[in-house]
């Protein structure tokens, strides 16, 4: 997987969802991999029209991003089905849409961060409104939780791949301990980043602020092209969930790159190659 990673690609036909597949393309062409994109169809009979569209698809694509491409055709439920396709496959990551025809409203709405809770394959999420030709600018946001810095390794390799810069944003609190411990957290970040040589800026947003209001308007300032934040079940933001949530709704319509805090324990280390 190190040195052909797999991007996978639940696809519906859409225009959001081909918008996931260039993300994906980008991705794989940045890392020598490849993209599959997986149709799920609740019955047999639906099968030959789904082979029908990758047809036309894929006659779509440049004959290089074609020879990257891979498609797979599944009966049965695209909500259970996405990751249990990943973990088989051993995606290093899942693009996917946020809107689209049946199944991805469903999923999107609110089962969104129900599914990330589930997955053990880090996910990037793409409302489809805004290219990405070139990741420059990521916009990290963490706090005292050392579960919020779990996105650190890939985010890093987003940026060591693309020669991006990482834009840390502290979640500040009033309260002195909880102060101090986002401080540590940025000090482990940073040596990291250093570590890999990743450039990277501090950016100050004051105790007592709207937090999600200010984070936005920062992302704005730098022309973000990617937000960068972990799920887990409990800490920061009085509801994390909804903290998520308004990360992959966000309203400058950036792609999420997330993942499941809560299966991958506290961890900093080398960045992921072949990510």
Same mark, same amino acid.
């Given at each position: 997987?190190?040195?052909?990673?797999?991007?996978?690609?639940?696809?519906?036909?859409?225009?959001?969802?081909?918008?996931?597949?260039?993300?994906?393309?980008?991705?794989?062409?940045?890392?020598? /991999?490849?993209?599959?994109?997986?149709?799920?169809?609740?019955?047999?009979?639906?099968?030959? !029209?789904?082979?029908?569209?990758?047809?036309?698809?894929? +006659?779509?694509?440049?004959?290089?991003?074609?020879?990257?491409?891979?498609?797979? =055709?599944?009966?049965? @439920?695209?909500?259970?089905?996405?990751?249990?396709?990943?973990?088989?496959?051993?995606?290093?990551?899942?693009?996917? #849409?946020?809107? #689209?025809?049946? /199944?991805?409203?469903?999923?999107?709405?609110?089962?969104?961060?129900?599914?990330?809770?589930?997955? +053990?394959?880090?996910?990037?999420?793409?409302? #489809?409104?805004?290219?990405?030709?070139?990741?420059? +600018?990521?916009?990290?946001?963490?706090?005292? *939780?050392?579960?919020?810095?779990?996105?650190?390794?890939?985010?890093?390799?987003?940026?060591?791949?693309?020669?991006?810069?990482?834009?840390?944003?502290?979640?500040? @609190?009033?309260?002195?301990?909880?102060?101090?411990?986002?401080?540590?957290?940025?000090?482990? =970040?940073?040596?990291?980043?250093?570590?890999?040589?990743? !450039?990277?800026?501090?950016?100050?947003?004051?105790? /007592?602020?709207?937090?999600?209001? *200010?984070?936005?308007?920062?992302?704005?300032?730098?022309?973000?092209?990617?937000?960068?934040?972990?799920?887990?079940?409990? /800490?920061?933001?009085?509801?994390?969930?909804?903290?998520?949530?308004?990360? =992959? *709704?966000? !309203?400058?319509?950036?792609?999420?790159?997330?993942?499941?805090? !809560?299966?991958?324990?506290?961890?900093?280390?080398?960045?992921?190659?072949?990510?």
């Amino acid at each position: 997987m190190e040195n052909s990673p797999i991007y996978l690609i639940p696809f519906d036909f859409t225009p959001v969802s081909s918008s996931a597949m260039r993300l994906g393309l980008d991705l794989a062409i940045a890392n020598n /991999g490849s993209v599959m994109l997986l149709h799920v169809v609740n019955k047999q009979s639906e099968k030959k !029209e789904a082979k029908k569209q990758f047809k036309k698809t894929i +006659s779509d694509l440049s004959e290089s991003d074609a020879k990257l491409v891979v498609t797979r =055709i599944l009966i049965g @439920d695209i909500f259970d089905d996405i990751t249990k396709a990943a973990e088989i496959i051993d995606a290093a990551l899942i693009v996917m #849409g946020t809107h #689209g025809a049946r /199944g991805f409203q469903k999923i999107f709405g609110s089962n969104a961060v129900k599914m990330i809770s589930h997955s +053990s394959t880090p996910l990037m999420i793409t409302q #489809g409104k805004k290219t990405v030709d070139k990741i420059n +600018s990521i916009v990290m946001p963490f706090s005292f *939780e050392k579960k919020t810095i779990q996105i650190t390794n890939l985010a890093t390799s987003i940026a060591k791949k693309f020669n991006a810069t990482i834009h840390l944003v502290g979640y500040h @609190d009033t309260d002195e301990w909880l102060e101090k411990n986002m401080v540590n957290n940025q000090k482990i =970040i940073r040596q990291h980043l250093q570590e890999n040589g990743i !450039e990277h800026v501090i950016a100050n947003i004051p105790a /007592g602020s709207d937090y999600i209001e *200010e984070l936005m308007k920062y992302a704005q300032e730098v022309d973000a092209d990617l937000m960068a934040a972990g799920y887990y079940q409990e /800490g920061i933001i009085t509801n994390p969930n909804s903290f998520i949530q308004s990360m =992959i *709704e966000n !309203e400058l319509h950036l792609p999420l790159l997330t993942v499941n805090a !809560e299966e991958l324990g506290v961890q900093v280390g080398s960045a992921a190659s072949g990510f």
